[in-house]
């Protein structure tokens, strides 16, 4: 069996998952038609709800950025480094309210019986909470993107959403990430890499985005098992409706 084709039934394994998210129509109820025509939509333990009442500055913005989100089939092609194009181009959507955060906490124990203020021993356990990260935080909401990381990056997500969330520091978290409908045929039809000075590379495109990386389908599975413990996430999934340019404009003769 072919690497291809290994990817293809991987992709429809998994793009059944999503069982146990939030009914669809509760979800949809608060989001606006213009952000449902474009990306793919999941809201676990009732985020949309929480997000949408809850924050509504912090939901006008998000929905505000998605209404904005465009990206071309250049940026797409072209090679990430340590943060890609598309990376880059999300930080312009949101205003410096949106911070990068750490999130650290040294844990306080205290042994004394159930009755009265005597304390039998205490201690200090240093490091209880080090080094979670989450690339935009407002307030008490949360949001990560996720282009083309490797799939174990949606674990250190959600182990951080949770970490905030477990701490008190946050009541929910938002992601943004490839949908399934961008998918090995899509990238297939964007021809070659480019290089770094615009002309088309060796390199496939499609082999840049495999099954293996950060799309909706890894992610799904994740939030069924539950790995964002407790905290609510609300997933968008870019769709080709987001690339200005899609269907691709057509590739030069070598």
């Given at each position: 069996?072919?690497?291809?084709?290994?990817?293809?039934?991987e992709?429809?394994?998994?793009v059944?998952?999503?069982?146990n998210?939030?009914?669809?129509?509760?979800?949809?109820?608060?989001?606006?038609?213009?952000?449902?025509?474009?990306f793919e939509?999941?809201?676990?333990?009732n985020a949309?709800?929480?997000?949408?009442?809850?924050?509504?500055?912090?939901?006008?913005?998000?929905?505000?950025?998605?209404?904005?989100?465009?990206?071309?089939?250049?940026?797409?092609?072209?090679?990430?480094?340590?943060?890609?194009?598309?990376?880059?181009?999300?930080?312009?959507?949101?205003?410096?309210?949106?911070?990068?955060?750490?999130?650290?906490?040294?844990?306080h124990?205290?042994?004394?019986?159930?009755?009265?203020?005597?304390?039998?021993?205490?201690?200090?356990?240093?490091?209880?909470?080090?080094?979670?990260?989450?690339?935009?935080?407002?307030?008490?909401?949360?949001?990560?993107?996720?282009?083309?990381s490797?799939?174990?990056?949606?674990?250190?997500?959600l182990?951080?959403?949770?970490?905030?969330?477990?701490?008190?520091?946050i009541d929910?978290?938002?992601?943004?990430?490839?949908?399934?409908s961008l998918?090995?045929?899509?990238?297939?039809?964007?021809g070659?890499?480019?290089?770094?000075?615009?002309?088309?590379?060796?390199?496939?495109?499609?082999?840049?985005?495999?099954a293996?990386?950060?799309?909706?389908?890894?992610?799904l599975?994740?939030?069924?098992?539950?790995?964002?413990g407790?905290?609510?996430?609300?997933?968008?999934?870019?769709?080709p409706k987001?690339?200005?340019?899609?269907?691709?404009?057509?590739?030069?003769?070598?």
């Open positions: 069996m072919s690497e291809d084709d290994e990817q293809a039934i992709r429809l394994d998994d059944s998952f999503g069982r998210a939030d009914p669809v129509d509760l979800a949809r109820g608060f989001l606006p038609e213009t952000v449902l025509d474009r939509v999941y809201s676990y333990r949309a709800n929480i997000l949408a009442t809850g924050f509504p500055s912090q939901f006008m913005a998000i929905i505000s950025a998605l209404d904005r989100f465009s990206i071309t089939t250049g940026q797409i092609r072209t090679p990430g480094g340590s943060k890609s194009v598309i990376a880059k181009y999300v930080d312009t959507l949101f205003d410096e309210t949106w911070r990068e955060m750490r999130i650290s906490a040294d844990l124990v205290k042994l004394q019986p159930p009755k009265g203020n005597t304390i039998y021993s205490s201690y200090v356990r240093e490091g209880f909470l080090d080094g979670h990260r989450i690339d935009f935080v407002n307030g008490r909401v949360a949001l990560d993107l996720e282009w083309n490797k799939d174990q990056t949606y674990d250190r997500d182990y951080a959403f949770s970490a905030f969330y477990e701490a008190g520091a929910v978290g938002v992601i943004i990430t490839r949908g399934t998918d090995n045929s899509f990238f297939r039809s964007l070659k890499v480019l290089n770094k000075d615009g002309t088309a590379g060796a390199g496939d495109v499609y082999k840049k985005y495999g293996s990386t950060t799309w909706m389908g890894k992610l599975y994740r939030l069924d098992a539950g790995r964002n407790g905290c609510p996430v609300l997933a968008f999934g870019i769709t987001c690339v200005s340019d899609y269907p691709a404009p057509p590739q030069p003769t070598p």
